[in-house]
């Protein structure tokens, strides 16, 4: 799997068709064990923090989870075992605010 970091391309992009939307600060990407999700979910802000990003109180941190597409016919039970790895993918803004995109995988 090859991951890029596309953050400065975006960064250019955004810079030409409108100064003021370059607010993105830096995009980080973590590989995780499928319980940790949940203690993300419980203290997103806290997770931040271990990452070195800078979050403050009045930081917005939205977090949202995706389950990878499954074509396959499982029950809810069946899936949650099946869970394989947690991709994290964090967009941290300038001023602070942050979205977390988690991505379930099979």
Do not use: W
Request: aromatic share 2%; hydrophobic share 45%; proline share 4%.
């Amino acid at each position: 799997m090859e991951i890029q970091d596309d953050t400065e391309a975006l960064r250019q992009h955004f810079a030409s068709v409108d100064p003021d939307m370059g607010d993105v600060e830096s995009v980080h990407q973590a590989d995780l064990d499928p319980a940790t999700s949940l203690l993300l979910m419980a203290d997103p802000k806290a997770a931040l923090k271990a990452m070195n990003i800078p979050v403050s109180n009045e930081s917005v941190v939205n977090v949202t989870m995706k389950n990878r597409a499954d074509r396959t016919m499982l029950d809810l039970a069946a899936r949650a075992t099946a869970l394989r790895r947690i991709i994290v993918i964090v967009i941290h803004y300038r001023n602070c605010d942050a979205d977390i995109i988690i991505i379930a995988t099979r």
